[in-house]
T-cell receptor, first 115, second 114 residues
Framework: GAGVSQSPRYKVAKRGQDVALRCDPI?????LFWYQQALGQGPEFLTY????????KSGLPSDRFFAERPEGSVSTLKIQRTQQEDSAVYLC?????????????FGPGTRLTVL | AQSVTQLDSQVPVFEEAPVELRCNYS??????LFWYVQYPNQGLQLLLK??????LVKGINGFEAEFNKSQTSFHLRKPSVHISDTAEYFC????????????FGAGTRLFVKA
């Protein structure tokens, strides 16, 4: 079946613009994660959803970052008033269950460049 | 607080040689440990994971890792590598209690030479 998909794959924004990044998880997956991956670094946790509930947003770097998953499937990560330091690859992952030991299935990522 | 340290940023190795990619973590509670691999132009995929039980875990593509609680390590090994193993490898940890955060290391680039 289809894996995790993300769109757009590439996004260029001018500093100060708002952006919205979309994640389509594997159908039926309960858990959804967002990560930020800077160049040469590992993924850094941003937020976690269980169905439509955002249970952990401890990794969101500022109040400019906002994520939602209103119907418990597709999720959107929104960044307001983008800054150059927001340039990174944004990864989405989903897992079938709610256990912390469950395998996460990753999407290809959205590469955001803020000029 | 949790942290993950991958001790080598790059590991060059000749084809058919053994390899070990090192990972150390810090946590004050029980943990779940993972190795993910990212092949060029592909998303991350799970190689193997340790949840409990036997400290030696086997994964896909002939990789294995050993959980050492006293040394807080989870090193990844393969006895004989192939050119196709060239990729970025990430060690990750999540805690058994508390939030849902998974912490990743900075990655180790394995480069297999002919």
């Amino acid at each position: 079946g289809a894996g995790v998909s993300q769109s757009p794959r590439y996004k260029v924004a001018k500093r100060g613009q708002d952006v919205a990044l979309r994640c389509d998880p594997i159908s039926g997956h309960v858990s959804l994660f967002w990560y930020q991956q800077a160049l040469g670094q590992g993924p850094e946790f941003l937020t976690y959803f269980q169905n439509e509930a955002q249970l952990d947003k401890s990794g969101l770097p500022s109040d400019r970052f906002f994520a939602e998953r209103p119907e418990g499937s597709v999720s959107t990560l929104k960044i307001q008033r983008t800054q150059q330091e927001d340039s990174a690859v944004y990864l989405c992952a989903s897992s079938a269950g709610t256990g912390k030991g469950d395998e996460q299935f990753f999407g290809p990522g959205t590469r955001l460049t803020v000029l | 607080a949790q942290s993950v340290t991958q001790l080598d940023s790059q590991v060059p190795v000749f084809e058919e040689a053994p390899v070990e990619l090192r990972c150390n973590y810090s946590s004050s509670v029980s943990v779940y440990l993972f190795w993910y691999v990212q092949y060029p132009n592909q998303g991350l995929q799970l190689l193997l994971k340790y949840l409990s039980g036997s400290t030696l875990v086997k994964g896909i593509n002939g990789f294995e890792a050993e959980f050492n609680k006293s040394q807080t390590s989870f090193h990844l090994r393969k006895p004989s590598v192939h050119i196709s193993d060239t990729a970025e490898y990430f060690c990750a940890v999540s805690e058994g209690t508390g939030g849902f955060k998974t912490i990743f290391g900075a990655g180790t680039r394995l480069f297999v030479k002919a």
